[in-house]
Each structure stands twice: as C-alpha cells, then as structure tokens.
C-alpha cells in the first residue's frame, strides 16, 4: 500500500479525486509561492534598495490595523455554505450566500471612504520614512489601502467557487497574481526605485485578480445571485455575525502576532531590523506554514464533510491520519532548519543580514508549537466551533502588544518578542490538546 492510498483509504472514488485535485494543486501553488518568496526579497532588495525594502514591508502592514474592520464572514461562510451542500439543503445556501455577500458590500463602500480619509491623518514624519518624499507616500497609503479593502468584494466570489470543495481554483488564481505582482513590481522598479512606482505595480494586479474572480464566479456559480433584497434576512445576518466572531479573532490574533508587532519594530528599531524579522519569518515561518497549509485546506472540507454526514467513525480515523502527517511534517522542518538553515538563510540572502542561530531556534519552536495548536484545533475549526480557542488566542496576543509597548519604551531588546510568541504557542498548544480530548472521541 502506499502512502497515498494509505492516507485516503477511507474515502470513496469521487471524494478521492476531489481531494487529489484540491492537494495537487496546493502542493503546486505552494510551490510556485516559495519561489516567489525566495527570489523577490533578494531581488527586490537589489532593485529598490534595502532601506526601501523595509519600508515597503513596513508600508504593507499598515492597512493592517484597520482589519478590526473585517470581521472575516468569508471564512465563517465558506464553512457554513460546504455543510449545507453536503446536507443538500439548496435554498438554506442561497439564502445565506446572498446575506454574506450584503455583509461585505456594506462594510466595503462604509469602511473604504473612512479609511481613506483616515489614512490622510498618518504621522509622515517618523524616522522610517524620512527617504521618501510626502507626496509620494501619501498616494501610496491611499492605492494600498484601497488593495487592501478590494480583498472583501473577492472575497464573495471566493467563497461562491469554493464551497464546494473546488478550492484548487480559487488557490490557482491567487497564485498567479501573486506571482503577477511580484513581477510587476521587480518591472517597474528597473524604470525608477521609488516605492511609488512599486505601488502602481500592486494596484494593477489586484485589479485584474478581482476580474478574474468575478468571471470564475459567475461561469462556475451560476445558482447564485450576488445580491437580492427580497432574500435578506436579519436572523441570518445574526447567526453569520456570531459564525464570524472566532474567525475575526483569530484573524486579529495573526495581524497582532505578525503585522503589529512588524509596526511597534519599525517605529522603535528601523527598517533594517524589519528587514531582518520579515526575511526569517518569511523562510523559516510563513514558507513552512504555507507547506502545512497543504493538508489543512485538504482535510478541512473533508471534516466537515464526514460531520455532515455524521460519519464519526470516518472522522476520527482521518483525524488521527492528520496528527501523524502533523507530527512527520515537524520533525522534518526542526531537522532541516537546525541542519541547512544558516547556510540556506545566508545563500539566499548574500549575507545582508546577520544570522542570529538563537533567534531561529526560538522561532522554529513558536511555530511548531503554532501549527500543533491549530492541528489538534483542526475539527472544531471545520465545524464553525472554536470560539475558545479564539478567545484565548486573541487575548495572549493583544496583552503581548500591550507588554512589548511597555518594554521597548524602556529600550528593552526586540528579542524578548521571541520569547513571548513562544510562550503563547505553548499555552494554546496544551489548551488545544485539552479541549479536543474534552470534546472529542473520550
């Protein structure tokens, strides 16, 4: 037998060629994505510079702080609509699809004015952006903050695709144009290094993905109306608020982990320490978490799916299939990243940045402890039932905010973030490992 057949024995023919298509094309995309990650930090520090390198990945995370205004139906949504399609209840998808989509027109053309005259308001005079001019920076604040609220109108048509188990085609289209971006951005930087430039480059391709989107949705989605006013329903819209809420927690959580804490680094340390957290994060972070996200995505509509069906005996063999992978997939990431990883950071990087072997060992433990955290989290997650998880989640992180304000202010290293992060892991790692044994399987 091999590992294949091994790890899906306990589905049918059609849901195997379903979960063969959804992970090839993950495994593909993500592969495309690692290169793309590997090659254009180094490519973009060569072109802009690293100095507006920092600053662009400093620049990308400030629309980050207006996420509060996302409360993440789309996830919550998804989840909701595949549960129903496996129940067969057709109408009930209708019906929710056409509340979720009014949910984000109204917070899109609501929020967008608001943001954008909100954006007007930013401090231009700190250190971090002292090598670009006013006027230029400005229009850049605007042109990111309107990508930035464009994700929620492709969000509808994401979900609309995807529901059904057909994430390999939303995954291919987010593919291509992160790639397309990247290039246009590498481009456009050989006619002028200013991040204006850079900006231009990213308006256009989001543009065109939320295009690609909307032809996608309306060849493969054609059961589904983007908005009717006789469908709206204010119990609905309730029952999609409460859905969303662990969703938008966990979203708030990673901006607080990732994008916030990228924020207080810049304004206390510079660029050149941002370029330096965003370059290891991305190679010994985020590059392994979209590795991982292979199998979340795959199994994720499969659990939902099997407690739709109410098939547990089904789902718990798959589940303890899951935790294996989980467990083979961490110890060959701790082994690599002890073994090559000074030499692969160095390579990659041209030695621009020092290697701190410290630093890595805390990060590579933060995330392993992340990803068994969300690997024991993974069934509540599929069936919309991990507001405490959330809850806990949220809260760490935002009091980890509020402590490295504190610290910094008292010229404290930016070390000790690494420490925390750590820490957070763990907890939630145990809790995670409790309130599944709680909930499941006793």
Known sequence: MNISNYILRYFSRNDKKRITKNFTSNLVNNFINILTQFFFPVLMITIYGIENFGLWIFLLA???????????????????????????????????????????YLIFFVSLPLILIASSYIDLNLDIFSTTEKD????????????????????????????????????????????????????????????????????????????LFYFYFKKLSKELKLFKIKNLNFNKIIQLFKLSIPYYLKSLSSLLKHSYQILIIGVFFGPYIVGFISTIKTLFYFFPIRVWSIFQRTFMYEFAKLFAAKNYLNLKNNFNIFIKICFIFLGFYLLTTFLFGEIIYTFWLNKKFNFNNYIILLLSLDLSFYILSNSFNHIHKSINNFLDFSKLEFLLNFILILLILIMFRKNSN???????????SITLSIYAVYKFKKDFFR
């Open 414 to 424: 930016y070390v000790y973030i690494f420490y925390f992060n750590l820490l957070i």
């Open 136 to 211: 230029n920076l400005r229009l850049i604040f605007y042109i990111i903050f309107f990508c930035f609220f464009l994700k929620f109108l492709i969000g509808i048509f994401d979900c609309g695709i995807s529901y059904k188990g057909k994430n390999y085609i939303c995954e291919n289209i987010n593919t291509s144009f992160e790639i397309f971006s990247k290039i246009l951005i590498l481009i456009f930087g050989l006619i002028s290094n200013n991040l204006l430039f850079a900006a231009y480059a990213y308006l256009t391709a989001n543009i065109l993905r939320l295009i």
């Open 62 to 104: 400030i629309p980050d702080i207006f996420y509060l205004l996302n409360l993440d139906f789309n996830s919550a949504a998804r989840t909701e609509l595949s549960i129903l399609y496996n129940q067969k209840k057709y109408f009930k998808i209708k019906l929710y699809f056409n509340n979720f989509a009014f949910l984000n």
